[in-house]
């Protein structure tokens, strides 16, 4: 049942449904609201999908067809077992609506891309190797939904989470079509999201194929490598990324086509077609750092700002004053980019020789929650790793002045100077007491998340 339990330890109301302690709420839907829970005595994080159902859509459906819909999904959910789907753990009945539990991610395609609610704005490119990767795994899951006679219906970025170990798990089957199963949607009521959705699916959802999940995938993909989204005639990705070539266009073209039938047939062919995509990316990648090699190397930019010395102090910065104290874009990316001159002398430490700040070249072997990467950092100095006392976690300005700028070709062939599996590093600076910010390294933008959140954490010191 939902209750409200009086904490008296710490005068405060914690708020359950069923046994499940509600720690937040992580969006909401036409269907119900998904909540970030935690099950008590073991205190394992889950998210929770509770039925409660926007008032137009029962207008529209009805309660007994909503509910139908929603036991339908967490079946669908329940009977699928693959590596790239989001499992449900749990289903049942509190104070009269129903719910279900899954695995909890805090990471999507879509907060890395920088999508906002005004979808039409710019986005993160992401580099050419990253979205091959997310792709691939999407598609994996795709073809074992489809092969379950499982039309998704609503792939976008913000259903595709991404796990600590930065591998996909499709989410969200709310909207997903099962093989067989009767018609019936009214024609006022949209299903899928705008700009993902094939055309078909806008005027015909009941009766779609798997080539709309495949559609949606191929802008998935095109907004990935250009930073938008195509247009009714969209621009080739080769032109918005020098990087690609024609067969990339080839690729986009085929899977986005207005009419079902000239698009990719299955997700099998689609990622055969990717794995020569792949192939060919690969070989250009070889050419490419073949010649960069051979090229004389240029002097650091602005040589004059070596003995930058970025902040040390946490801070406590609310969202919106973060941008404009960290010094960032739009994108919250750094608006500036320090020189760097970075240096290992013993393959366990990197010295940045225009900061005089020395950082750990791994870092924590695993994601942590940002309490666990405080307990590390205390573990590191008493243990006075590689012979120091004083390693601490570093601030987002520390962590900003060992990023690059985003780029293509040069960063292909860089030997990467610290562990580039470590993709998001937490820092010292919190948002809230309940949250900290953090930098991913790779598409270098800032961040916040949970503190129950997993990321790695990095040891600076200096």
């Not at 819909?69 to 079946?75: D, G, P, Q, T």
């Not at 191929?218 to 080739?236: E, F, H, I, N």
């Not at 090699?293 to 970025?310: E, H, V």
């Amino acid at each position: 049942m939902l209750a409200k339990i009086n904490d008296g330890a710490i005068g405060s109301v914690m708020k359950f449904i069923g046994k499940y302690e509600i720690l937040g709420l992580l969006g909401r839907g036409g269907m119900g609201k998904i909540f970030k829970v935690r099950l008590p005595v073991i205190g394992k994080i889950a998210a929770m999908k509770l039925l409660a159902p926007n008032p137009f859509l029962v207008d529209i459906l009805g309660m007994d067809r909503i509910e139908a819909l929603f036991i339908s999904e967490a079946s669908a959910m329940a009977g699928l077992r693959h590596p790239h789907l989001l499992e449900t753990w749990d289903f049942d009945k509190a104070d009269g609506r129903y719910f279900y539990t899954m695995d909890y991610y805090c990471n999507n395609l879509g907060t890395m891309m920088g999508e906002s609610g005004r979808i039409e704005l710019p986005s993160r490119i992401m580099p050419t190797d990253r979205a091959i990767h997310y792709v691939r795994q999407t598609l994996q899951g795709l073809a074992c939904l489809h092969h379950t006679g499982i039309v998704h219906r609503d792939i976008k970025p913000f259903n595709i989470l991404i796990t600590d170990q930065d591998t996909v798990k499709i989410g969200d089957f709310g909207l997903s079509k099962l093989r067989g199963e009767a018609a019936g949607s009214p024609r006022n009521l949209k299903i899928g999201s705008p700009f993902y959705a094939p055309p078909e699916q806008e005027t015909d959802p009941d009766h779609v194929d798997f080539s709309a999940d495949l559609y949606s995938v191929a802008v998935t993909m095109y907004r990935m490598l250009t930073g938008g989204l195509p247009k009714a005639s969209p621009a080739p990705v080769s032109r918005a990324n020098p990087d690609l070539g024609e067969n990339w266009d080839q690729f986009i073209f085929k899977a986005i086509a207005p009419k079902p039938q000239d698009r990719f047939s299955s997700a099998g062919q689609m990622l055969d077609a990717l794995k020569v995509l792949e192939t060919d990316w690969i070989i250009k990648k070889e050419q490419t750092c073949q010649f960069l090699d051979n090229q004389p190397a240029k002097p650091s930019a602005n040589p004059g700002l070596d003995g930058f010395q970025p902040r040390k102090e946490p801070v406590h910065i609310r969202p919106g004053e973060a941008k404009t104290f960290f010094g960032l874009d739009d994108l919250w990316r750094p608006r500036q980019y320090p020189p760097r001159r970075l240096h290992s002398p013993d393959g366990h430490r990197v010295l940045d020789q225009s900061t005089g700040l020395i950082w750990q070249q791994a870092g924590s072997p695993y994601p942590l929650t940002w309490k666990q990467a405080k307990a590390y950092i205390q573990d590191l100095n008493c243990a006075q790793s590689t012979g120091f006392s004083a390693w601490r976690i570093p601030t987002i300005d520390e962590l900003m002045s060992i990023v690059t700028r985003p780029s293509q070709k040069l960063d292909l062939c860089m030997e990467p100077v610290f562990d580039p599996s470590q993709k998001w590093l937490w820092s010292a600076d919190k948002r809230s007491f309940t949250a900290a910010w953090y930098l991913s390294m790779d598409l270098g933008f800032v961040s916040w998340q949970d503190l129950t959140g997993y990321y790695y954490v990095k040891g600076v010191c200096g």
